[in-house]
């Protein structure tokens, strides 16, 4: 069965950076686009990045760099110059015909 696998979060203080894993199982990684997605307390569930097709959210343009290993089925997101409001869960994702699997979630806590 597919099983996603986050983790690297922790907390760290405004301006740090932290680099979050996910280790997937269970399909054919390569084939299919990853996603991470980050939740604030009371707030909606938001994509952050994509890969392939590279695209991030607004809010993490230029500061967060999403990546991919093949080889070790493992999606990266790579977060500099972290900011308060970057505090949440952050999940891995992954749509495989048109459902979604996600992981448990690793937290981001960005406080000095």
């Known amino acids: 069965q597919v099983q996603l696998v986050e983790s690297g979060g922790g907390l760290v203080q405004p301006g740090g950076s932290l680099r979050l894993s996910c280790v997937a199982s269970?399909?054919?990684?390569?084939?299919?686009?990853m996603s991470w997605y980050r939740q604030a307390p009371g707030k909606q569930r938001e994509l952050v990045a994509t890969i392939p097709f590279t695209n991030y959210a607004d809010s993490v343009k230029g500061r967060f760099t999403i990546s991919r290993d093949n080889d070790k089925n493992t999606v990266f997101l790579q977060m500099n110059s972290l900011k308060s409001e970057d505090t949440a869960v952050y999940y891995c994702?992954?749509?495989?015909?048109?459902?979604?699997?996600w992981g448990q979630g690793t937290q981001v806590t960005v406080a000095s």
């Open positions: 269970g399909f054919t990684f390569k084939n299919w686009a």
């Open positions: 994702n992954c749509r495989i015909w048109n459902k979604d699997f």
